[in-house]
């Protein structure tokens, strides 16, 4: 019914930029919040960013002061901007989404993961 999107990975050097994308596209609906996780190989999967529908947001410790999580209602997108990206930040990633449709919320929507990978 609702396509999540992501988009905008790939590899930089280290201390290089990335902004991923979040989309929900198809049945009409809206993003009231989101969380980003990351997955590395071999490791457990784990939650970096979140943004409320308040607006408030949360960073993990290894992420906080170079991570962004922002919002554009106007093309129903979220998204995560990274700077000063470090090799440990190699990883897939992922956005789950909580839609609105209707005025009702629907939570754990998940986009398939986007690789990042920091590496000279």
């Known amino acids: 019914q609702v396509d999540i999107v992501e988009s905008g990975g790939g590899q930089v050097q280290p201390g290089g930029s990335l902004k991923l994308s979040c989309v929900a596209s198809?049945?009409?609906?809206?993003?009231?919040?989101v969380d980003w996780y990351r997955q590395a190989p071999g490791k457990k999967r784990e939650l970096v960013a979140e943004?409320?529908?308040?607006?408030?947001?949360k960073y993990a410790d290894s992420v906080k002061g170079r991570f962004t999580v922002s919002r554009d209602r106007s093309e129903n997108g979220v998204y995560l901007t990274m700077d000063n990206l470090k090799p440990e930040d190699t990883a897939v990633y992922y956005c789950?989404?909580?839609?609105?449709?209707?005025?009702?919320?629907?939570?754990?929507?998940w986009g398939l993961g986007i690789q990042v990978a920091v590496s000279s």
């Open positions: 198809g049945a009409p609906s809206s993003i009231y919040a």
């Open positions: 943004l409320e529908g308040d607006g408030r947001t």
């Open positions: 789950n989404v909580h839609l609105e449709i209707d005025s009702v919320l629907w939570k754990d929507n």
